[in-house]
């Protein structure tokens, strides 16, 4: 099936932990990304049973510290990799990770991008994986093409 997709919004449901018994689902008939909430906060329990609705999983924490430490692996300077690679090591080490970032404004754009195309991956790699072929509504902020 083709839908048209808004990828910051898919993106943003993949990260999103509005709360843990919210859930984001994407429509299959129109391509919206959706709250399964009403407009009263109410939970909308025919979505999860309607296969016109796909659930979208958040991203699990182990894959988004791997593009972390990915990022780490490609970077050329070695004390700006040591500084990230020891903020990934400790507590809380997202955000020690991107508050290491606020010390090498340079790098911190360099994530932001590393992050964008690692998430269009993930969103695109989704889409395949239910049998979704998406033509990709981009954001200002999003690389035109998908990865």
């Known amino acids: 099936m083709k839908l048209t997709i808004d990828a910051g919004e898919l993106i943003l449901a993949m990260h999103s932990n509005v709360d843990f018994d919210a859930t984001w689902y994407l429509d299959k008939e129109s391509g919206?990304?959706?709250?399964?909430?009403?407009e009263n906060g109410e939970v909308i329990e025919a979505m999860a049973d309607d296969p016109r609705y796909l659930r979208i999983e958040l991203i699990p924490s182990h894959e988004a510290?791997?593009?972390?430490?990915?990022?780490?692996?490609e970077l050329d300077d070695e004390l700006v990799a040591q500084k990230l690679s020891q903020a990934l090591s400790g507590r809380k080490p997202f955000r020690a990770f991107k508050d290491a970032l606020f010390d090498f404004p340079e790098v911190r754009v360099a994530w932001f991008a590393f992050e964008e195309e690692a998430d269009l991956r993930r969103a695109r790699e989704w889409?395949?994986?239910h049998g979704i072929i998406a033509e990709?509504?981009?954001?200002?902020?999003?690389?035109?093409n998908p990865p």
Request: glycine share 4%.
């Open 32 to 38: 919206e990304v959706l709250l399964d909430r009403d």
């Open 65 to 73: 510290f791997g593009v972390m430490e990915d990022f780490v692996d």
């Open 127 to 129: 889409c395949e994986n």
């Open 136 to 144: 990709w509504k981009m954001d200002a902020n999003l690389p035109e």
